[in-house]
């Protein structure tokens, strides 16, 4: 789906590799890693919206899919309503409207808001409007779903909630999600692979298959799913120390 | 928690009693007119002198507002044009400062000179755009740059063309902004048209700055002050219209909630 070669990104400072990548069609796959470690910037690197120093980014194909982004705000457009927010891609893009319409309404369902449709923004809770994101993110028929810890400012009730529709929705909907969290435990209940990246430059500390079977009850939960979360943090405790 | 009715009756009856003290001060210790008339003789002079007061209310009024709009479409304009060029904002930023600093009232015998003394009303408009126009500019401009990095980058991911980003994005999110600029503009459009007209004070024009004049050469302090008093009711009216459209345009934003 998504190849990352020799991507190296600089600013002032190296941020970002250099560092190469293969991400398959229809995984799932969690970024940890600390602050810094430039997970965000690996993000739009892979939606195009930055371009890197050097090294290039390819599609499947060689043909950029329909990305979606949901960032750690939900970023909406406060005096747009609900569902003209919804519909902002399809504006930008110039997609029929009657289409995307149907669209825009469908996703919204689908994500729970139904007749919110006309609320504003600011009429929303964090977990509603971060839900317009997502929906926004998903109108255009999106393939890519790229997700900046999108959940990190929720509650946890709301984050499991959203947690459990969003992978909901990435099952029924064949998508490829790459998904940058700061919680470990969120990294290996959505996860398929969970990537860990070392920060100033960022590059990929190390690669982790996650086979377990999810569940939210812990007594479920095998001891693998808890000893694969604890490696994981002491990878990450130990990229802290140095 | 202060009442409604008290946090408008408050200042209403402060005011009344303020008067009261002036008339009777005035009275009792026979201040004479010239020096500071009661309020009932300021009530006198602009019932006699209404037509030519109010006549004058209203070219300082149409100069105010001409000012106001034509400082606003221009400094938003010019603010658009920083927003897609960076060498034009670093070109025309430090002229739009000149203008800012430099004294209307020593720049307004040039102007007046430049369009000519039968022409003191146009020359008087052109200084108070001067005056009103930074806020709106600095202001703008600064809306503008403010627009969240990641609501930018979401333009960029959907490839939103400059136009769109414009309209859709950048003006919009300025808006709380541009407005908050407009509301100090107009205040200083009054100004300036005042200041000005008091410059120019051939009496060309005969707006209220030239009713303040003449009052005052002739020692008619009681028409001083009423010419004194529209002019306050007038800044005070244009202010409001002011918030009101604030409030109105901005009733999305609900600035408060968010």
């Known amino acids: 789906m998504l190849k990352f070669n020799k991507i190296y990104k600089e600013y002032d400072t190296p941020i970002l590799g250099p560092l190469s990548l293969d991400i398959k069609k229809n995984s799932f796959v969690s970024i940890l890693g600390s602050s810094g470690a430039g997970k965000s910037t690996l993000l739009r690197l892979a939606s195009n919206i930055i371009k890197p120093t050097s090294g290039s980014v390819e599609y499947l194909n060689n043909e950029k899919p329909n990305i979606g982004f949901v960032f750690q705000d939900p970023t909406l457009l406060p005096w747009r309503s609900v569902i003209d927010n919804v519909l902002l891609p399809a504006e930008l893009t110039s997609e029929n409207k009657k289409l995307s319409k149907q669209k825009a309404y469908f996703w919204l369902s689908k994500v729970g808001l139904e007749g919110k449709e006309n609320s504003l923004p600011n009429q929303l809770s964090g977990g509603q409007k971060m839900r317009v994101s997502i929906a926004r993110a998903m109108v255009q028929d999106c393939s890519l779903l790229l997700m900046d810890e999108p959940f990190a400012a929720l509650d946890e009730v709301t984050r499991n909630k959203l947690e459990d529709d969003l992978l909901d929705i990435w099952e029924k909907n064949k998508l490829t999600v790459l998904f940058v969290t700061h919680s470990v435990t969120e990294a290996v209940y959505l996860a398929e692979r969970v990537l860990v990246m070392s920060s100033s430059p960022g590059k990929i500390l190390d690669d982790v298959v996650i086979t377990e079977k999810r569940s939210r009850d812990d007594s479920q939960q095998s001891s693998e799913f808890f000893s694969k979360i604890n490696y994981l943090t002491n990878i990450l405790k130990k990229e802290n120390n140095e | ?258």
């Open chain 2, 1 to 258: 928690m202060i009442k409604p009715y008290l946090s408008f009756l408050a200042p209403i009856i402060t005011f009344l009693l303020l008067l009261c003290a002036w008339e009777l001060t005035v009275s009792f210790q026979n201040i004479p007119k010239y020096i500071l008339p009661a309020p009932t003789d300021i009530l006198d002079s602009l019932l006699i002198n209404y037509s030519d007061l109010l006549r004058s209310t209203f070219i300082t009024f149409r100069i105010t507002l001409f000012a106001f709009i034509i400082a606003s479409l221009l400094a938003i304009f010019i603010a658009i044009l920083f927003s897609q060029s960076k060498i034009i904002e670093l070109s025309l930023y430090p002229i739009a400062v000149i203008f800012q600093v430099t004294p209307v009232v020593a720049i307004a015998p040039l102007i007046l000179i430049w369009v000519g003394l039968d022409n003191a009303e146009f020359a008087i408009l052109i200084l108070a755009v001067i005056v009103a126009f930074f806020p709106v500019l600095a202001n703008t401009n600064l809306g503008i740059r403010s627009v969240e990095k990641n609501l930018s980058e979401l333009f960029s991911l959907y490839e939103a063309n400059r136009l769109q980003r414009l309209f859709k994005l950048q003006l919009p999110y300025a808006l709380p902004f541009i407005l908050t600029g407009m509301k100090t503009s107009i205040g200083l459009a009054l100004i300036g048209s005042v200041v000005a007209e008091f410059v120019a004070g051939s009496g060309t024009s005969t707006g209220l700055a030239w009713r303040i004049i003449e009052a005052g050469n002739r020692l008619d302090v009681p028409k001083l002050f009423a010419a004194l008093i529209l002019l306050v009711i007038l800044g005070v009216i244009l202010f409001l219209i002011m918030s009101l459209l604030e409030k109105i345009l901005l009733k999305r934003w609900d600035l408060d909630k968010s």
